[in-house]
């Protein structure tokens, strides 16, 4: 077999591997707090992308996608009350068993997107450090 069919083989096992670790969530709570967190990253991405001068700044957008980063930080709680068995779900069971400092977490990416100032690309910037560091810190701990 030569070298490159080697590889292009394993390329493919590689990606087979991946595709059957991503399980679709069928549990309908499993799907809407997924969906809360597709909606942050969105939030979190717009204004990243901004930050970074990737996109152009608008004070508009800039201020929409810190108060849906506030409102969707506040419903985590809500959102994940439930402990649903669903392979689709990448949630570690220590949420449930550590449920004040969970929120805690929430918490702390409520304030950091609070404290975002949409004033300009610059001061956008100088709190979304913040705002990815709680995203971390939670989803180390708590997520799969
Ligand atoms: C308080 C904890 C916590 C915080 C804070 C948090 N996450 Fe999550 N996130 C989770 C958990 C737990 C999961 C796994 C949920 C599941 O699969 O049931 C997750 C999953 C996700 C997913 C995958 C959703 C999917 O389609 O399966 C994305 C994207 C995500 N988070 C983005 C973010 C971003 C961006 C931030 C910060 C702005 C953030 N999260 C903050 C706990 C958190």
Redesign the pocket.
Known sequence: MTKLRTLLIAGFALAGSIAYAEVE?TDPD?IA???L??E??S???AMGDMASGKTAFDTAAAATAKAA?VDH?GQ?AAK?EKNPA?P?????PE?WSSWDD??K??K??ESA?TALDTTSAETLGAGMGA??G??K???TT???
């Open positions: 969530a499993v707090r997924q969906g967190m597709k942050m990253g939030a979190a991405k980063l930080a985590i994940f669903d689709g779900s990448e949630a570690k949420i969970f929120l977490d929430a702390g990416l997107a705002v990815g709680a995203c810190a939670c989803h708590y997520r799969m």
